[in-house]
């Protein structure tokens, strides 16, 4: 039987069009797979690209394809597939000594030329009609890197419905493909009608023209309203390419590539005609000359080469190239030079490659792994990808992935939230930690970012002596500005000495990604986006993390290696919470003004978060009694819900004096922010008592009076 798959595609559904044999031993039959979609079903999502997975944010490029290809097939088959992706699609052929693929794209013939290497900034030249005429000059540029690229709109003449088809082809290319944006345009006789009247339409998209005897008004070829005698049968084509519906239309036609220049002159896009001086086809004086001259008056670089060395053949319109170099430095000089992408490994920390780890998922063939942090870990994206990588770098190794993250928290709730997110879930063997941009945001001290960041290294390497751990550090606009100052953002320098003191390695995400822009190889708004980032930027991510786990496992595990127990050295701070628990408080006896509320969710419309709702909460909404809570342990907090009506409380530790706290937020108007609130720390270990109440007093901003406390934290 004939398993016949359609998949509809609506909203963010995509699919990748890979070829890609679904596992046989599932379906004996051939498999079909029918897509139904829009642009990014038609936008081949399909063959590849791989600048990152979403270069455009929202078609995937043959990374990004893969992965939804793979989901899906899952969801199809209940198994996973390896996705195996051609580099570039269509038919492969030699081309002068260079690879050639010959596609479609919206039924028109399209080939590209590919380098051996791309050159950086990966550039390329883009011909318009006879792509094999005067190849010579093209062949030098893919020796140095350039692709060369074609698509057939032969008979449409440079027409607007031909410019569009080619702006089509150009987004793809760019998207797909990663290609610079900007191109090389070249175009050979009526190959200028085609390059410029796309360029004038897009300059931001070029980065120079190269024509060779070309057409720069119609009237004068296909026309022949000049001296020279034209062609009729083109002129008829070419009438209908534009919609004339006679000559005198055509011949009133004002938008040939010698009119409407400003746009293309201001943009500074230099031109380079390369002409033969006894053209009688493509006069000069009713085509080069003209736009030349008009060009240069309206400020544009313009250069004319006039070819007069061999023989010239075709009433002039055919001469050979006197200096192929000329053309050739011409185009290279159009592109700005571009540095060599950054390497991620300069970014990364070694101090150990987790060989434990490796160990383990070698030879016990299984592995607990678990990632804690904020929102960029929660949200998943690198996060994914990593349990990708792990699970197709140890094929038999069975793997438990624990995903810790929990949007807004830092090295202090991390630490006090470890024991319950990640340990309880067993023996961990890797752990990835991440926590910069909150203990920023959050507005941690030094002091007590570092006394989090030890305390859920010390808690981990407690927990288990040969747990690898990972720490990294994500990027944020502050920390580029600060980076671009010359100065090391503050929290990671406080992470970094607990990640030199345990001896673990780090990854800096911030430096590389701020290095990387500063570098030209992608932008923040266009490309990463913000500091939850795009497709794009969890790829960027991911492909770092990748590179060091690949250096970490390049070796392999010998018979007599054996798993061994890190040193654990003397706190860095001794009062690190390195043994921090949550305590519901609802299970705090009440105080006058207080209730436990088994199932507290708000009353208005703003949002919540995920165990902060729906959850018993001790809840205080006007002037309370003293509530009292007593424990033990040298550092104590109120894990809250502040949201818009969020109040002030008092509160003092044994008989220290009383200190107001204001759990209004900067974000609790849309939203019941979780929040902790650490209201002692360094205190003597022992027996302490917390008194807490609720005061008149609010927040000019804030709607109330209320307090609702999900849990004490506790450092015993």
């Given amino acids: 039987m004939r398993h016949i798959f359609l998949l509809l595609l609506s909203g963010f559904l995509y699919i990748a069009g890979y070829s890609q044999p679904i596992d046989p031993s599932s379906y004996p039959s051939p498999v079909k797979v029918a897509c139904i979609g829009n642009s990014i079903t038609f936008g081949s999502g399909i063959p590849d690209r791989p600048r990152d997975s979403y270069p455009a944010q929202i078609h995937p490029n043959a990374e990004g394809a893969g992965l939804m290809a793979q989901r899906i097939a899952k969801q199809l088959t209940g198994k996973d597939i390896t996705v195996v992706g051609a580099q570039y699609p269509g038919k492969k052929s030699e081309w002068h000594g260079f690879t050639r693929y010959d596609f479609q794209l919206d039924r028109r013939d399209c080939r590209m030329i590919v380098p051996d290497k791309a050159a950086p900034g990966k550039p390329w030249v883009w011909r318009a009609r006879f792509p094999d005429w005067h190849y010579e000059m093209d062949s030098i540029l893919v020796r140095k890197g350039f692709h060369v690229v074609y698509i057939n709109t032969d008979y449409l003449f440079g027409s607007p419905n031909c410019v569009e088809v080619w702006n089509g082809f150009y987004n793809y290319l760019t998207s797909m493909y990663g290609l610079n944006k900007k191109v090389a345009l070249e175009g050979v006789s009526r190959g200028g009608l085609y390059i410029y009247n796309y360029a004038k ?37 070419l009438m209908t390419a534009y919609g004339f519906k006679n000559e005198a239309e055509a011949l009133d036609y004002r938008d040939n590539p010698i009119d409407n220049l400003g746009k293309l002159a201001a943009a500074k896009v230099p031109v380079f005609h390369s002409i033969g001086l006894n053209d009688s086809i493509v006069p000069n004086e009713e085509n080069s000359y003209i736009l030349i001259n008009r060009y240069i008056r309206l400020g544009g670089p313009a250069t004319v080469y006039a070819n007069t060395a061999g023989k010239q053949s075709l009433q002039g319109h055919h001469f050979p190239i006197d200096n192929l170099q000329t053309g050739v430095d011409f185009i290279l000089k159009s592109y700005p030079q571009v540095p060599a992408p950054l390497e991620s490994k300069n970014y990364h920390s070694y101090r150990n490659k987790l060989h434990n780890a490796q160990i383990v998922f070698e030879r016990e063939k299984k592995g607990r792994v678990a990632f804690l942090g904020g929102s960029i870990t929660q949200g998943g994206g690198w996060r994914d990808s990593i349990c990708a990588y792990l699970q197709k770098r140890f094929p038999e190794t069975k793997f438990e992935f624990i995903p810790a993250g929990i949007s807004s928290m830092g090295t202090t709730p991390g630490a006090f939230r470890f024991e319950r997110d990640v340990l309880a879930k067993g023996k961990v063997d890797l752990l990835f930690e991440e926590a910069a941009v909150n203990d920023r945001t959050n507005g941690y001290s030094t002091e007590t970012q570092i006394l989090g960041m030890e305390g859920i290294v010390r808690h981990a390497r407690e927990s288990n002596p040969a747990m690898d751990v990972v720490l990294m550090h994500f990027v944020d606009p502050d920390k580029m500005t600060e980076y671009r100052k010359g100065i090391v953002p503050t929290e990671i320098q406080n992470h970094e000495k607990v990640a030199v003191h345990y001896a673990i390695p780090s990854i800096n995400l911030a430096k590389e990604v701020t290095e990387r822009i500063d570098n030209g190889e992608f932008s923040w708004d266009k490309d990463f986006k913000n500091l939850h980032p795009s497709p794009f930027g969890q790829h960027i991510y991911f492909q770092s993390m990748k590179a060091f786990m690949d250096n970490c496992w390049s070796g392999f595990v010998a018979e007599d290696d054996k798993i ?153």
């Fill in 201 to 237: 339409k897009y300059p931001e998209h070029v980065s120079c023209i190269y024509a060779e005897a070309p057409v720069c008004d119609f009237k004068s070829w296909p026309g022949g309203k000049g001296s020279g005698k034209g062609d009729a049968e083109s002129w008829k084509q």
């Fill in 564 to 716: 061994s127990a890190y040193p654990l050295p003397g706190k860095l701070a001794e009062g690190s919470y390195n043994n921090g628990k949550l305590i519901k408080a609802v299970d705090v006896k009440p105080a006058k003004g207080w209730r436990a509320e088994q199932n507290w969710q708000p009353a208005d419309k703003t949002g919540t978060r995920p165990d902060f709702t729906n959850v018993p909460m001790l809840v205080a909404e006007a002037p309370s009694g003293i509530l009292k809570y007593d424990f033990a342990g040298n550092a104590i907090g109120i894990a809250v819900a502040a949201g818009q009506d969020a109040g002030i409380l008092e509160y003092r530790i044994d008989k220290g004096p009383w200190q107001k706290l204001d759990l209004f937020t900067a974000w609790s108007a849309q939203l019941h922010l979780p929040w902790f609130y650490t209201l002692g720390y360094n205190l003597t270990p022992g027996n302490h008592q917390l008194k807490i109440r609720l005061v008149a007093e609010k927040n000019p901003q804030s709607k109330g009076t209320a307090c609702r406390i999900r849990y004490f934290y506790v450092n015993i």
